[in-house]
């Protein structure tokens, strides 16, 4: 029984990954009510856990659970004698494949990007609209979404309570907004969907780096966005980044789950099919004259993707590119990446003084890549006892095992006069 219960625990995570998201969009599309969605697809899984050990694992993981949460929904429903239309609605609901892909007339056929389309209402506050989504469709908790914004994580409780009660409050409507109104919604659109890929490309806290299953539903949303939005270039780009990064999951970790940094990666492992086609998808994005910040992401990327090697990468074009992307998106991250480019380009005094100039304005205490940058060059201009300091900075910030035992790899090379 302890064999079987293992599999039905590796099950019901698996599918949490893989179907949180859809049960709870649908749920919302029929009942209106995000608390109900979100404690009734909670109900079902707790369900999973209780049944699949005695009946055995469901043939449609996803219709199960849909089926149970849509149970729960009704049960409660029926305790509230002002939703009857809403609980015949929930009541007749079938879990088969129209569920998931039926919904409003907008000509996608999918509840999740319908999801983001609600959440990403320009009557939310931008961080509102990007945080409620990744809460409701991805199922991260509050914390890892906090850690994502650099913000606490009682501050981050309070916007997804006010982002649910404004939608409750002004009815605002579950769906793709018509084409017209497309526009005034595209830029948190792409950002929850870069935050999404972000969060599995570079896990928040945890034993692992990443969460591929984070990683192959943004692009798969990705792509249903530039078939929605064809005139975007902004949407090529990001799923032109998405791409060009996916190609080197197998390589970011060694087989003991250590980081491998990028320029130690087996290149002869990347994705070359991805690759080839991030590169194709970004020539679209770039046939626009308007410059964005996914594009220009994406072309750093595309850099680092058709290097031969790591001698080889196009440093110069890369600080360029980053020089160009702080005009249109200032922000202490983005100005952190180009300082790495600068180091690379132009030597490591060179990025130092950028990164000094972070550390003095104090936007980015907290985040661990903040001292790891700082702590990498002044390794390289052998101040080590500097760099030392800055390491152990870094390791207690680190949220991820696999961070933190690389940052302590570097933090004893330095302090045993190893690597220089």
């Known amino acids: 029984m302890g064999g079987l219960t293992a599999e039905v625990e590796a099950a019901v995570a698996e599918a949490f990954r893989q179907e949180w998201g859809r049960v709870v969009a649908t749920l919302i599309r029929v009942t209106g009510d995000w608390d109900l969605a979100e404690e009734c697809a909670q109900e079902a899984f707790a369900l999973a856990l209780e049944r699949w050990p005695r009946d055995g694992l469901p043939r449609r993981p996803g219709a199960w659970l849909t089926t149970a949460a849509r149970n729960r929904a009704v049960d409660r429903l029926r305790r509230r004698s002002t939703e009857a239309a809403k609980l015949r609605e929930v009541a007749t609901m079938a879990a088969d494949d129209d569920t998931f892909g039926s919904g409003d007339d907008s000509g996608v056929p999918d509840d999740r990007l319908r999801l983001i389309f609600t959440c990403c209402h320009p009557a939310l506050p931008l961080e509102a609209r990007v945080a409620l989504t990744l809460r409701t469709l991805t199922g991260m908790t509050t914390a890892e979404i906090a850690r994502a914004f650099l913000v606490t994580e009682a501050t981050m409780a309070k916007r997804l309570v006010r982002a649910k009660s404004k939608i409750s409050n002004a009815r605002i409507p579950y769906r793709v907004p018509p084409a017209h109104l497309l526009p005034e919604r595209t830029g948190s659109v792409l950002a929850v969907l870069y935050l999404l890929f972000n969060e599995g490309y570079s896990a928040s806290a945890g034993a692992d780096l990443a969460r591929w299953d984070l990683c192959a539903e943004a692009i798969r949303l990705a792509r249903l966005l530039t078939r929605l939005m064809p005139a975007e270039p902004e949407a090529y780009g990001l799923l032109a980044l998405m791409l060009l990064h996916h190609a080197r999951r197998a390589t970011r970790v060694d087989a003991a789950g250590d980081l491998v940094t990028l320029e130690r990666q087996d290149r002869t492992r990347w994705d070359r099919g991805e690759i080839d086609e991030g590169v194709a998808v970004l020539e679209t994005a770039l046939r626009h004259d308007r410059p964005g910040p996914y594009r220009l992401q994406a072309a750093v990327a595309a850099c680092h993707a058709t290097a031969a090697d790591a001698a080889d990468t196009d440093w110069a074009q890369i ?3 980053y020089g160009q992307l702080v005009q249109v998106v200032p922000s202490p991250v983005v100005k952190l990446n ?19 100039d972070l550390h ?8 661990h890549l903040l001292p790891a940058t700082r702590a990498d060059l002044l390794r390289r201009l052998n101040r080590r006892a500097e760099a030392a300091a800055a390491y152990r900075e870094a390791l207690d910030l680190a949220r991820t095992e696999a961070e933190q035992r690389y940052l302590a790899g570097r933090l004893a090379e330095i302090t045993t006069g190893g690597e220089s």
């Open 319 to 321: 600080a360029e590119l």
């Open 338 to 356: 180009q300082a790495v480019a600068v180091a690379m380009a132009d030597g490591p005094a060179a990025g130092l003084e950028l990164v000094e």
């Open 360 to 367: 003095a304005a104090g936007e980015l205490n907290g985040y």
